[in-house]
């Protein structure tokens, strides 16, 4: 028995180092400067190391406004799905009527329909709206995939709450309103967190909508605008690295203190890989 | 008899409240996803050009790609890209959960770190192996020269074959933890006492997974492994971010080929034609996989 353990903590060590060395890489890049990229002595670690790539890309690239992009896209983007999710999860589970059955099958097979499909029609009606090349493109783009997604995620907690509580509550007077805000949204807190995390990562992680439907480099999003800075004239390596590094870092954070749920949620059923 | 009617009112009532709160999530699936894709049939027959009004070409754009050998070339490119990817991120997801569920100390954390992979931005996980793929400074034909596996330097990204290497390489790391934390989750389920009576029966470790892990977990394997061939087979960022589909179109793949013709060709009859030819299969894996997590219910 000692020995597998033995074992099965070696093969998580190489995982953990397989996943461990692209993440050292990307701050070790970050904190040299080119010339230092470019040499042997060290390789292996900074020395010295330097924040001129930090500094150089906050100070001298549109990295700041790509940022604010990202986060107006990434909250504004949460905070649609986590509306329109809460009350259709809770709808789909909680009350019968007619045809609800075939529309939880479809928010699944809404969910796996690939953006690749959908992004030259999406295209053709944002370019209707007069949406394209505006933040709003993204905004409106962007519940196609979060939504359904989170909206499966909730039916997994909605499901799991005693339907007795809220019956309870409705005898004692309260509207189906008053149940659900009062008795069902307190008990449901992990799972909408869980789904408000879902959807900024995957809002703030986006890539092809981005790329496509927002042109001018001032509305662009942080990766559609670092891909645009790897394929400039020179491969600015330690500053894209450092823009690696801050745009991991609060996806990181909020892991750090939310996994919990969001592995709860992953679990739950609602999975993407 | 008011019994009966004000019970009815109040289930007619309940059923408006239900279609109330679901009438967004309609509007979005119709507007947004539903209309859309018939539209991208509808594009896919006509001779759509940016700037032109479409004309109705019936499968001319399908009969053309049958005969494009660059179309051959990227059908071909996904197959491999997407098999051997998930063939892969199955294998090592499956051995991180059989590791995960034998480690009793620190379980749960090492999952999550596991799992960081899986969160953060695919775009910077393309830029950063761009890099430790870099030919003349990256960490990996530096290394390997460093331990004299290798002498002179790998364009690792510049040859086909080794291109192709490096993109599946990027999207497994990618995409193995989901199917290990996935896959430990269903080994939770498995009840304790199938294992212990096997043990009393004197079955071996391997006896164990094969006639108790693998059936408990076929439901599992089946759904994720077909949630992750759907999205890897309709990749774009790793290949984009990392290759460009180059060199030549060696790692080309149906969603970089879709982009190229639609949004720098501006060909859109003929771009919507490449992302359709796959929607009978993508059609079938999404059946299956409704299917079975509906059963379940």
Not at chain 1, 164 to 185: K, N, Q, S
Not at chain 2, 183 to 196: C, H, N, W
Not at chain 2, 200 to 213: K, L
Request: one cysteine or more; hydrophobic letters at 55%.
């Amino acid at each position: 028995m000692a020995g597998r353990g033995v074992l099965a903590y070696g093969f998580i060590g190489l995982l953990l180092l397989v996943v461990g060395v692209p993440f050292y890489w990307m701050v070790n890049t970050s904190l040299k400067t080119s010339a230092q990229l470019q040499s042997l002595a060290p390789y292996y670690y900074p020395s010295p190391g330097t924040l001129g790539n930090y500094r150089a890309l906050l100070g001298t690239t549109n990295f700041p406004i790509w940022i604010r992009n990202s986060a107006l896209v990434a909250v504004g983007a949460t905070l649609v799905t986590v509306l329109v999710s809460s009350l259709a999860g809770y709808s789909l589970t909680r009350i019968r009527y007619p045809g609800r059955r075939l529309l939880a099958t479809t928010v699944l097979i809404v969910y796996l329909v690939p953006p690749t499909l959908l992004f030259i029609p999406l295209y053709t009606i944002l370019k209707r709206a007069d949406l394209v090349n505006s933040l709003w493109a993204l905004l409106v783009a962007y519940p196609t995939f979060t939504v359904p997604f989170c909206t499966w995620l909730l039916m997994g907690f909605f499901r799991s709450i005693p339907r007795d509580l809220e019956e309870a509550a409705m005898v004692d007077g309260a509207t189906r309103l008053g149940a659900f805000r009062r008795v069902i949204l307190p008990l449901t807190t992990p799972g909408i967190l869980a789904a408000a995390l879902f959807a900024f990562t995957l809002a703030w992680n986006e890539f092809l909508y981005a790329l496509v439907f927002v042109h001018d480099t001032e509305l662009k999003t942080i990766p559609v605008g670092l891909n645009d800075l790897m394929f400039g004239d020179i491969f600015l390596w330690g500053q894209l690295m450092a823009a690696a590094v801050v745009t991991t870092l609060p996806v990181i954070v909020l892991y750090t203190y939310l996994q919990r749920y969001m592995v709860e949620g992953l679990t739950a059923g609602a999975v993407k890989g | 008899m008011t019994r009966p009617s004000a019970l009815r009112r109040v289930r007619v009532a309940d059923a408006l409240v239900g279609y109330l709160f679901v009438s967004p999530l309609c509007v979005l699936v119709l507007g947004l996803v539903a209309y859309p894709l018939g539209n991208a049939v509808w594009i896919s027959l006509t001779d759509k050009y940016v700037g032109y009004a479409p004309r109705f070409v019936g499968l001319a754009n399908y009969a053309a790609l049958a005969r494009d050998p660059i179309f051959h070339k990227v059908v071909w490119n996904s197959a491999v890209f997407t098999l051997a990817s998930v063939a892969v991120k199955v294998v090592l997801g499956m051995l991180m959960a059989l590791a995960l569920q034998r480690a009793l100390v620190a379980r749960s954390f090492l999952r999550a770190v596991l799992l960081v992979p899986w969160v953060i931005p695919t775009v910077i996980t393309a830029l950063t192996w761009h890099w430790m793929f870099n030919a003349l400074w990256g960490l990996i034909n530096v290394t390997l020269q460093g331990v004299g596996l290798q002498r002179e330097p790998i364009a690792w990204l510049g040859q086909p074959a080794t291109a192709m290497a490096a993109v599946i390489t990027a999207n497994v790391w990618r995409g193995f933890p989901f199917f290990g934390v996935s896959l430990l989750a269903g080994m939770q389920t498995i009840p304790r006492d199938l294992y212990e009576a096997a043990a009393v029966d004197g079955a071996s470790p391997a006896q164990r997974f094969w006639h108790i892990t693998l059936p408990g977990l076929r439901l599992v394997l089946l759904v994720t492994t077909l949630i992750s061939l759907i999205f890897t087979l309709n990749d774009f960022n790793i290949v984009y971010v990392l290759t460009r589909g180059g060199p030549g179109t060696a790692t080309h793949v149906l969603a970089t080929y879709t982009y190229e013709i639609g949004f720098q060709a501006l060909r859109w009859g003929k771009a919507v034609a490449v992302s359709m030819f796959l929607m009978p299969v993508i059609a079938v894996m999404i059946v299956i996989v409704t299917r079975y997590l509906t059963r379940e219910e």
